[in-house]
């Protein structure tokens, strides 16, 4: 069964830096895309970067592209989201998501999704 774990959220002043990981059980060849969602209070949850494990092909959003960047260690099925100078309109909760046959798409194309974690950065 597929799991998706996600940490390293937290409390952080604008301009400050954190990495978030996203850790893996239950994958297969088929699920190798991972993408990562965030989703701020009364907003939608927009796609913000995702990343193809076989080939490390790799995708980051216009609003945090020079800011976020995405990587993986197939070793540990883990993904990691490091997020550089952060902002305040960063504020969300982060997830990381991911399907069998799925690539970088948008939040309805997936099943597994982790629990999220919160990111808040001050002004």
């Known amino acids: 069964q597929v799991q998706l774990v996600e940490s390293g959220g937290g409390l952080v002043q604008s301009g400050g830096s954190l990495r978030l990981s996203c850790a893996a059980s239950?994958?297969?060849?088929?699920?190798?895309?991972i993408a990562w969602f965030r989703q701020a209070p009364g907003k939608e949850r927009e796609g913000v970067s995702c990343i193809s494990m076989s080939v490390g092909n790799t995708y980051v959003v216009n609003s945090v592209k020079g800011r976020f960047t995405v990587s993986r260690d197939n070793a540990k099925d883990t993904v990691y989201l490091q997020m550089s100078a952060l902002k305040p309109e960063d504020t969300a909760v982060y997830y990381c998501?991911?399907?069998?046959?799925?690539?970088?798409?948008?939040?309805?194309?997936?099943?597994?999704w982790g629990q999220g974690t919160q990111v808040t950065v001050s002004s």
């Open positions: 998501a991911t399907d069998r046959y799925v690539g970088c798409t948008g939040p309805s194309s997936y099943d597994y």
């Open positions: 239950g994958l297969t060849s088929d699920y190798d895309t």
